[in-house]
């Protein structure tokens, strides 16, 4: 089987990696300090509590961000459960500045190194969010990028290593059995345009005895495997909408960028005249196809979180996309690709994986109630429909949560609004807060903690 070129830029030299290191850290240092999302909470929970996976009703995850959580901070000497949303986020950021690696392991023809480490760059924001999903997104590029690296040929040792990022991906969440699947899909559809299937069992017996390792927390939770065929399962009835209600797209942006990028990787693709012609081989043409895959079926299914289009996103901004800008002439090359960069530099925005944010008022507040150890209440109550990501911020405090016999003896009430005017009681005031969007809530105290309160939520001048 033939490999065309998929441009002939050498890899990037190793003097320029600690720069465009410090310069990922430092974009992603600004986003880092963002408010704690809900789902955030509910990982940094299930992390600090240290329980057994199978044993956590976990409907969908693995127990690979919680392990790599605790292990981190047991070398800093640190604990998880008290935690800052800093430290926490420190682990899914190693992972998405791990993608600039990736071109030292390639062969030079196979993807212009210097535009993936400068759109590798690019990503690491995408990766400031202690969730699953940029552990699972990095995993499975590193798994196409070490396919890739094995050649037609099928180098057992570079199966092996891809299988072993496919199995951690596994681990971390049921949505990259998707993803594998959907490749493997692209492979067969394709067969002589990819690295062909030489090794594939090398890579099988590597993705399962990795997934073992990672999923039964290296065989002290044996039980945990049957939790993850239980996850699968379920997975069905939440991303079809019949278990549970659908999920609509929040915002278009993400979904809107993910198909450009795969609209400009197929137009570079199949569009540029000699190298990019069509019959030509080249090796990431079977990403092409997978990434096309799996936003297609994403963008079909009634279930949809901005954060499921991490994995296209990786694999066409540190793979597809720098090779089909090597396709292109050295004139035409340079000015395009750096075209390309700013473009998504403008694009890369944190925010736009965003739903259902936590607002600022919630750390506010949270910083009110646990500041001075004189005036923390005796015990706040939480009632809402979600109370996520409350547990996080008032850790160290005693709360209540929902309607429990020793709510009346609560010094601060947080209640989720359920109409325009305020609530009262008597010796409290009602001072309004925002926790998500269109999401009104009321904290109800006794003074002098009330103007404490109501000083915090006051925004800057």
């Known amino acids: 089987m033939e490999e065309g070129s998929a441009g002939a830029a050498p890899r990037p030299p190793l003097w320029i990696l600690p720069a465009v290191l410090l310069a990922a850290t430092?974009?992603?240092?600004?986003?880092?300090?963002r408010p704690f999302h809900a789902d955030e909470a509910g990982q940094w929970a299930l992390a600090s509590e240290a329980a057994p996976h199978s044993g956590t009703g976990d409907r969908f995850h693995g127990p690979t961000l919680g392990l790599l959580s605790r292990a981190a901070h047991a070398v800093a000497g640190a604990d998880v459960a008290s935690a800052t949303a800093t430290g926490l986020r420190?682990?899914?950021?190693?992972?998405?500045?791990?993608?600039?690696?990736?071109?030292?392991?390639?062969?030079?023809?196979?993807?212009p190194g210097g535009l993936a480490v400068a759109l590798a760059v690019l990503l690491a924001p995408a990766s400031v969010r202690f969730i699953q999903e940029p552990l699972m997104a990095a995993a499975l590029t590193w798994?196409?990028?070490?396919?890739?690296?094995?050649?037609?040929?099928?180098?057992?040792r570079f199966r092996l290593l891809a299988g072993l990022c496919a199995g951690f991906a596994l681990a971390c969440k049921i949505t990259a059995a998707m993803h594998l699947g959907l490749a493997a899909l692209a492979v067969l559809i394709l067969r002589q345009s990819c690295p062909g299937w030489r090794g594939f069992a090398v890579f099988v017996a590597g993705t399962i005895g990795s997934w073992v390792l990672w999923q039964s927390s290296f065989l002290a939770d044996l039980p945990a495997l049957g939790t993850w065929w239980a996850q699968f399962f379920r997975a069905f009835g939440l991303a079809s909408g019949v278990s549970e209600p659908p999920l609509p797209m929040g915002s278009p942006l993400p979904w809107c960028f993910t198909g450009g990028l795969l609209a400009a990787a197929a137009a570079l693709r199949f569009l540029t005249p000699g190298e990019g012609r069509v019959g030509k081989v080249l090796a990431t043409d079977f990403l092409l196809l997978a990434a096309g895959l799996v936003y297609l079926v994403h963008l079909a299914l009634p279930y949809k979180t901005s954060w499921l289009t991490m994995g296209p996103d990786f694999l066409l901004l540190t793979l597809v996309l720098p090779g089909g800008l090597g396709l292109l002439g050295s004139r035409a090359r340079r000015p395009l690709q750096a075209s390309a960069?700013?473009?998504?530099g403008l694009l890369s925005h944190p925010g736009r994986y965003d739903y259902v944010e936590t607002r600022r008022d919630v750390p506010a507040?949270?910083?009110?109630?646990?500041?001075?150890?004189?005036?923390?209440?005796?015990?706040?109550l939480v009632q809402g429909d979600?109370?996520?990501?409350?547990?996080?911020?008032?850790?160290?405090?005693?709360?209540?949560?929902?309607?429990?016999?020793?709510?009346?003896?609560?010094?601060?009430?947080?209640?989720?609004?359920?109409?325009?005017?305020?609530?009262?009681?008597?010796?409290?005031?009602?001072?309004?807060?925002?926790?998500?969007?269109?999401?009104?809530?009321?904290?109800?105290?006794?003074?002098?903690?009330?103007?404490?309160?109501?000083?915090?939520?006051?925004?800057?001048?």
Request: proline share 12%; net charge neutral; glycine share 6%.
């Open 365 to 380: 507040l949270a910083s009110a109630l646990t500041g001075e150890s004189g005036m923390r209440p005796s015990l706040v």
């Open 386 to 461: 979600h109370v996520w990501p409350f547990p996080f911020y008032l850790r160290g405090l005693r709360v209540a949560y929902g309607a429990v016999p020793e709510a009346a003896q609560a010094e601060v009430w947080l209640l989720q609004a359920t109409g325009p005017d305020a609530p009262s009681a008597p010796g409290r005031r009602a001072i309004p807060f925002s926790v998500r969007p269109d999401e009104l809530w009321w904290a109800l105290a006794p003074d002098p903690l009330a103007r404490r309160i109501e000083d915090a939520l006051r925004p800057p001048r």
């Open 26 to 33: 430092w974009i992603a240092w600004a986003f880092i300090d």
């Open 143 to 156: 798994a196409a990028a070490l396919w890739i690296r094995s050649g037609p040929a099928g180098e057992a």
């Open 341 to 344: 960069v700013v473009l998504v």
């Open 90 to 111: 420190a682990v899914p950021l190693a992972f998405g500045l791990s993608l600039l690696l990736i071109p030292l392991v390639l062969p030079s023809r196979a993807v």
